[in-house]
């Protein structure tokens, strides 16, 4: 298989595609064409779990994310770097790390 | 099981117990009684796998790193927060960290 060169979002895109994600709590970062939420578990064991998932899908993808990890927070920062900014495939590793943190709620 | 309470290093310890982390590539921390290492990996797959080795450790021990990751790279910061201080918990993890670490050199 091979993956496609990610393309950035257009100035008509972004609205409409970024919409559904800001609304499931994600935040345009300052400063940075990214997006970033932060999300909490219970503990160490579900904050990695989730982490796993997130870690098979992104190689899967060879798209990666920024996340720092201390105990039960993660907090993750999405950007493609291939076109210094943001692009659909940050919004579907943003779709990806929302499902798997629903498998904690 | 049980977890005992972790104990801060006193200062007698300190340089003794210090000096082979410091050697091995770890710094003090600036303005926080704690130990900092930057590892850099081939690619995302080795970096997650060192990740997922500390992690199950990690939770082993009960004590957990501050750890940042964007493809090949962490960043791990440990103290102990039970003491607020560095005690042997965070050089224990420093040891099973550069541990792994050796399993990709």
Redesign the interface.
Known sequence: YFILQATKLSEEQRPVLLAPVLSRGWAIVENRDAIFKNYKFEN??QA?AF??YV?LN??KMGH????????NRVDITLTTHDCSGLSDRDLQLAGIADEAAGHFV
């Open positions: 160490f064991q990695f982490m796993s870690a992104a190689e990666h994310p920024e996340w720092f990890n201390v105990y």
